[in-house]
């Protein structure tokens, strides 16, 4: 979920047209907009993101949306310990769903990322940047980017100039020099007089000084509350009911709808007889769209039931002939025949598997589609009204979703509203670009003369997912007489190279190694999904080097931190997990280890799990030890929730979760069929360790799965000698090594 190129062009080409003069009023002009919707006269706002009140009360607007993460706990972390705070008087909100609040850090820090050159993007202004944050327009909860972006590039440098503009202003009414004020508990201080002015009576006129592009941040040994286990912020609403969810908005006069679109992907509504819909009570429309029919009741119920009622006819759309197994049997024939989309490496690979006295070793391996599985199927209200259209919803990027709405309305932007609520769960599901929800909702909300609350049933949100892709990977490796590795080729195949195929890289130190992506597209809906492509090329990636560990009749351990480089992050990491795990240290009867390190989004994860095989064949994980590297760590607590969270989903794909087709058509329709990873069957013991290192800030929403399913499968061979190139687990025994 990186920053789009085409934006970035835009952007120049804006530079190059308007000028930087015309660049810089386009920023002004947002940043008074923003103001506008956020503060009072007496207030003070700061970089539209933080508002000191005349109250001298702190005001967070977040363009980060909860969805479970406690990001919003760190990010008032991080702003209190720069402005000297109070816990008590620091809150966050949403912040509005407008242009005026894209955010630029976002974009700053995935342009870092994507380009290699974080030097160089650190010298775009400010100004640029907003003003292609607001073209795209940006406002993403994703790719772990809260708090390693928005948080510690963006919001700790506002409020940090912040309290220097509050010093200055504090100066200036007081006639002292700057350097004799000290700030504490929402108050500037000026020790010698004993005179002191609160936030709230500065805040106004700091608002309007220049706030320094790079202020000098707290040191470590200041922190009051960024590295300590803060409660969440967010819990006490989740716990006494008043956090409000999509399913939660209620209008006056208020109908309810529910959806059923064409079973295959690229089908079309052809007829359907509405009779037998209209027959039931409560139902009072039945809504013909392109690729779907809805119903329109006063309740949910009468709503679902009218629609289980209807035999729509949909045509296939040409994919009826698509299934799981002619996928992969497209792959295999591009890797046979076809060009690669994109390449990356180093060094001769070819000569390397083809040099004297090396071992070759090759390896097929595959996974499948996976949906995001969220608590919550979509539930978006919207109201038509004297030209106006509001919808309400909790999606991942608030922004994106009002222009969603936009297009699909054709409404002036100004004419449309969306109002950000919390999200049960999304996993990359809820980005406005995979949502047909919004389209749907707001074509029934045009026709109708009441508010429309629309749901999916879980039915719905389970066959027409925007998933994980389906992909493969044949590998291969030579291994030397030394029995290290020579060379190394990864032909893979899925439907995006992930700009480049950064997640194929490898860190290991290998003379020659080289990557070939195959693109192939079905016709399901992609997305990403939590961690993104780190999924599938870290059970490629760990498990292969386990192979060739095997093969080089090496300790599984040993065999990585010899391809490591020495004293290095990954190493350490590595060390680490080895350490809590204990292992090489004996097992009980049938119980196995495998371990796994996986780098993504700046952070370095390694797991091992201890594993055994229950009589009816299917795997019982006993214990996982992590190690992570994410550098400064803000808010421990909800770190280890994050990393665990990231456990046991990635265990929970690697042992049942599929999604398959048949006919152009998924075949699974709830829970029954694509079964989540119980309480029961979670590991009971799980550690995690933090290195908390000197390296610069990385994600936690996510890096934590990519380790589990070839830490899992490395462990089973273990204990059963069958290799795991398949997932998930339950559809398949392995292959004997």
């Known amino acids: 979920m990186g920053v789009k190129r085409r934006a970035f062009l835009i952007g120049s080409a804006l530079v190059a047209g308007g000028g930087v003069f015309g660049i810089k009023w386009a920023d002004s002009s947002a940043r008074e907009r923003a103001t506008a919707l956020t503060t009072g006269a007496k207030d003070g706002s700061f970089g539209t993101w933080i508002k000191v009140g005349e109250d001298s009360r702190i005001t967070i607007y977040t363009p980060h949306i909860d969805i479970g993460t406690g990001t919003s706990t760190a990010l008032a972390q991080m702003v209190a310990d720069e402005l000297d705070a109070d816990w008590d008087k620091v809150s966050v909100e949403s912040a509005p769903a407008e242009t005026a609040f894209a955010n630029s850090t976002l974009g700053r820090g995935f342009l870092s990322d994507m380009s290699g050159k974080p030097g160089m993007v650190a010298a775009l202004p400010e100004s640029l940047l907003s003003l292609i944050a607001r073209a795209m327009p940006l406002q993403i909860t994703g790719g772990s980017s809260a708090v390693r972006f928005t948080g510690q590039m963006g919001m700790r440098v506002v409020a940090a100039a912040a309290r220097l503009a509050l010093v200055e202003e504090a100066a200036e009414k007081l006639g002292v020099p700057t350097g004799e004020l000290t700030t504490a508990g929402h108050a500037v201080r000026h020790a010698k007089s004993g005179k002191s002015l609160s936030y709230g009576e500065l805040a106004a006129g700091a608002a309007t000084r220049t706030l320094a592009e790079t202020p000098a941040l707290k040191a470590a040994k200041d922190y009051r509350f960024i590295g300590k286990p803060v409660p969440r912020i967010d819990i006490p609403a989740k716990v006494d009911g008043t956090a409000r969810y999509g399913i939660d908005v209620n209008l006056p006069d208020m109908r309810v709808a529910t959806v059923m679109a064409a079973p295959v992907r690229g089908g079309k509504l052809e007829s359907v007889d509405e009779k037998p819909a209209l027959a039931v009570k409560g139902v009072e429309k039945v809504v013909k769209l392109d690729d779907a029919v809805a119903v329109v009741a006063t309740g949910y119920w009468p709503a679902i039931k009218g629609l289980r009622s209807l035999s729509p006819r949909f045509s296939d759309g040409g994919n009826g002939s698509i299934s799981t197994a002619s996928i992969f049997a497209a792959h295999d024939a591009l890797r046979k025949g076809g060009d690669p989309g994109s390449s990356a490496g180093e060094g001769d690979v070819e000569a390397g598997l083809a040099a004297d006295g090396t071992k070759l070793i090759e390896a097929r391996y595959q996974v499948p589609f996976l949906h995001h599985a969220p608590m919550e199927p979509f539930a978006l209200v919207a109201q038509f009204k004297d030209g106006k259209l509001d919808v309400w919803g909790g999606l991942q990027d608030p922004l994106s979703s009002k222009m969603a709405a936009v297009k699909a309305s054709g409404l002036d932007e100004d004419a449309v509203t969306f109002h950000p609520l919390v999200l049960g769960g999304g996993f990359g599901r809820k980005l406005p670009m995979y949502i047909e929800a919004i389209p749907q909702v707001v074509a029934l909300a045009m026709d109708l003369p009441h508010p429309v609350k629309l749901i999916w049933s879980r039915e719905e949100e389970v066959a027409q ?160 030890w992590a190690a992570v590297d994410c550098g400064p760590v803000v808010n421990p607590g909800n770190a280890e929730a994050q990393v665990m969270g990231g456990i046991v989903m990635g265990l929970s794909a690697a042992i049942g979760e599929a999604i398959t087709l048949d006919k152009g058509a998924v075949q699974q329709t709830s829970f029954g069929d694509y079964p989540i990873l119980k309480m029961a069957d979670s590991p009971p013991t799980v550690r995690i360790e933090f290195l908390n290192s000197d390296a610069e800030m990385g994600g936690l929403g996510e890096p934590g799965l990519p380790p589990a399913a070839p830490a899992l499968a490395n462990a089973l061979f273990a204990v059963t000698g069958m290799r795991i190139r398949s997932l998930p687990l339950l559809n398949q025994a392995g292959a004997k090594a």
């Open 465 to 624: 997912g925007a998933y994980r892709a389906q992909a493969s990977s044949v590998m291969k490796a030579a291994l030397g007489k030394d029995g290290k590795i020579v060379a190394w080729q990864n032909n893979y195949a899925q439907p995006s190279d992930d700009g480049g195929g950064a997640a194929a890289k490898l860190f290991y130190t290998i003379p020659a190694f080289a990557q070939d992506h195959y693109k192939h597209v079905s016709n399901q809906t992609v997305g990403s999904w939590r961690s993104v492509n780190a999924t599938q090329h870290g059970f490629y990636n760990e498990s292969f080097i386990d192979e060739l560990a095997y093969a080089a009749g090496a300790d599984p351990y040993q065999f990585r931190r010899a391809h490591l480089a020495e004293g290095g992050r990954h190493q350490k990491v590595l060390d680490a997990v080895a350490k809590a795990a204990g292992w090489g240290t004996p097992l009980a009867d049938g119980h196995g280890r495998g371990i796994a390190i996986v780098e993504c989004f700046g952070t370095i994860c390694a797991h091992v799990i201890e594993a055994s095989v229950k009589a009816d064949g299917s795997p019982k994980v006993h214990a996982v």
